[in-house]
């Protein structure tokens, strides 16, 4: 049976996505922005040193940026067009190319600027041509290394944020599956449906910590998981829990990374009620201000000489540290004691969860 099942599984070819292409997307505004004020900048500095009697030749100032912006402009239209392809590449051979297309381009803009500038018939200043090709050589080969350096910064960030994940995912304390599994066999007997359905929380919850492949998921889905976890602590605590949700209408798409909000709950529990004889009340909220979402955990301050803050700091520092990955500066995590009430907070862009698990493209 698991013989026919391998040979009836579908092989996987691999294949490079363009979005893991090391030269960025020179198709979004942003990335046509930085290339015209570097190579502008670039201009400038050239202008600077060929002058002589003063501090910037103008007349050859604004003929170098012309000729600039157009191979600029040109070659990254090209490598725009062919970025798919390219990514099909192995690195080397996407670099040649690109190579190429940027010294064809200059060659061409060369050969038309010196036919109009200086029109000899016959007449090719081939030095200067060769001068030029050698420039944008050198210039070429710099950029990519950096945009290569700088894919490689992303990759080690991204792979970096996967551990962090991971760590995070197999915080599920030992002690909540034996406290949730003795629950669950003393309802066997007495409410079976209820046990039933403690089983299939419990099982989406391990669910939850093995999927590592989406980046971001819909608000509604991680609300879902808490409820989830929520109701098996509910049927332990009984009335020492008590829950109070404000979750405003038209946040369900909502885009955020997948066990954000349960770990801040699941401390909460641990840190905040379970603590405390009397138990005490969980509050999660979430409303929309603007462009920003807000999500609030808060529940009773935990007892000075509670233990554990160390796993409450990780798991805080974990989930701030993917917020930054995925969303940058935007994205904010605090928290807060105010009148014995602990509250974490955080601030996420207003955006809505793609259907792969890839964060959306961000607006230029």
Not at 132 to 144: E, F, P, R
Request: hydrophobic share 45%.
């Amino acid at each position: 049976m698991a013989a026919r099942q391998n040979r009836e599984r579908p092989v996987q070819v691999s294949t490079m996505n363009d979005a893991d292409f090391y030269v960025p997307d020179l198709c979004r505004v942003r990335a046509v922005f930085m290339l015209v004020v570097t190579s502008e900048l670039l201009v400038l500095v050239l202008s600077i040193v060929q002058a002589q009697n003063h501090w910037i030749d103008w007349n050859y100032f604004g003929l170098l940026s012309l000729f600039v912006q157009w191979t600029v402009l040109t070659s990254a239209a090209l490598i725009c067009l062919l970025r798919r392809w390219l990514s099909r590449l192995t690195i080397p051979r996407a670099t040649t190319v690109i190579v190429a297309i940027v010294l064809l381009d200059v060659l061409a803009f060369s050969l038309f600027a010196d036919s109009v500038l200086h029109p000899r018939p016959g007449v090719v200043a081939w030095q200067g041509v060769a001068k030029k090709l050698l420039l944008a050589l050198l210039i070429t080969l710099m950029v990519l290394r950096y945009f290569y350096l700088q894919f490689q910064w992303q990759q080690q960030r991204e792979s970096e944020m996967q551990a962090r994940l991971t760590a995070l995912q197999a915080r599920i304390h030992p002690h909540f599956l034996f406290n949730s599994m003795n629950t669950i066999a003393s309802l066997i007997s007495v409410n079976p449906e209820r046990a039933e359905d403690a089983v299939l929380d419990l099982s989406e919850l391990f669910r939850a910590s093995l999927r590592t492949g989406d980046r971001l998921i819909p608000l509604s889905a991680e609300l879902d998981l808490c409820r989830r976890y929520l109701a098996i602590e509910k049927l332990r605590l009984e009335d020492r829990l008590t829950l109070d949700w404000q979750v405003e209408d038209g946040l369900d798409q909502q885009a955020i990374p997948p066990l954000t909000l349960q770990p801040l709950v699941e401390n909460a529990i641990y840190h905040g009620i379970q603590p405390r004889p009397n138990g005490g009340t969980v509050k999660i909220e979430a409303y929309r201000r603007g462009q920003s979402v807000y999500l609030m955990v808060q529940n009773p301050r935990p007892a000075p000489d509670h233990g554990g803050h160390d796993g409450n700091r990780m798991a805080l520092a974990n989930i701030q540290s993917r917020l930054h990955a995925l969303f940058g500066e935007p994205a904010v995590l605090k928290h807060s004691h105010q009148n014995d009430i602990y509250t974490v907070t955080l601030r996420l862009p207003w955006q809505k969860a793609s259907g792969n698990g890839k964060p959306p493209a961000r607006s230029e």
